[in-house]
């Protein structure tokens, strides 16, 4: 079975820093695929980032980067240069290789951003 | 745009009704998905399908049912509705090509209110 862990119930950050935000899993399979989505105060899933088990890279998307430390079954988010409307809950979430199959989410965390 | 949708937004019934939660998908995706959301608990895999005809029961299926006649539909239907059943509804879509692209996408949720 997979499983996701995330520890911090919440979380502040002044506006323009950067943020980590701690993921762990646990899964016996091989290959495997790691999720970031956000959810803001409005309610709807946005999904912000991917890492693959086999990416050697750590994935990027704009602002957003995931720090892959499969050893370690980390797959932290990292928000550089905070903002304002990055105020919201993230999900962390395992899934098969590219997600086209069902995901097992965390409990989520709640990021504020002080101006 | 391609778009996945959910109605009603919100629904209030009462104990014992059976009530039926629509999501309907223009990606043309193979997979569909519902979860539900409560607080402390993350999202949960209620039913999934991975094509027409196709159903599959998630981590929290008791209660509740799904059929998939066309691509595009997936309703989630409440047989008899109790009050443990009061959360909000997510509907989500992927496809299945393989790649690591085929992310899960999700509606803007339904709000379900049991009383």
């Known amino acids: 079975a997979q499983k996701i862990t995330q520890t911090q119930p919440g979380m502040f950050v002044q506006e323009k820093e950067a943020v980590t935000l701690d993921c762990t899993y646990d899964?016996?399979?091989?290959?495997?695929?790691l999720f970031w989505y956000k959810q803001p105060s409005s309610g709807e899933m946005i999904f912000l980032i991917y890492q693959g088990s086999y990416d050697e890279q750590n994935a990027t998307e704009g602002r957003y980067s995931l720090n892959f430390q499969k050893a370690r079954k980390s797959a932290n988010l990292v928000i550089s240069a905070s903002q304002l409307g990055d105020s919201a809950m993230y999900f962390c979430a395992i899934g098969t290789w590219g997600g086209s199959e069902k995901l097992v989410f965390g409990k989520g965390m709640k990021l504020t951003v002080n101006p | 745009d391609a778009e996945i949708t959910q109605s009603p937004r919100h629904k209030i019934t009462e104990t014992g009704r059976q009530v039926t939660l629509a999501c309907h998908q223009t990606w043309n995706h193979n997979n569909m998905f519902w979860y539900r959301q409560d607080l402390g608990h993350g999202l949960r895999l209620i039913h999934y399908?991975?094509?027409?005809?196709?159903?599959n029961k998630g981590e929290v299926s008791d209660g509740y049912s799904v059929s998939r006649s066309n691509t595009e539909d997936l309703p989630l239907t409440l047989e008899s509705a109790a009050s443990s059943q009061t959360s909000v509804y997510f509907c989500?879509?992927?496809?299945?090509?393989?790649?690591?692209?085929?992310?899960?996408?999700f509606g803007p949720g339904t709000r379900l209110t049991v009383l």
């Open positions: 899964t016996s399979d091989q290959s495997y695929g």
């Open positions: 989500a879509s992927s496809d299945r090509t393989g790649k690591a692209t085929d992310t899960q996408y």
């Open positions: 399908s991975y094509g027409v005809q196709d159903t």
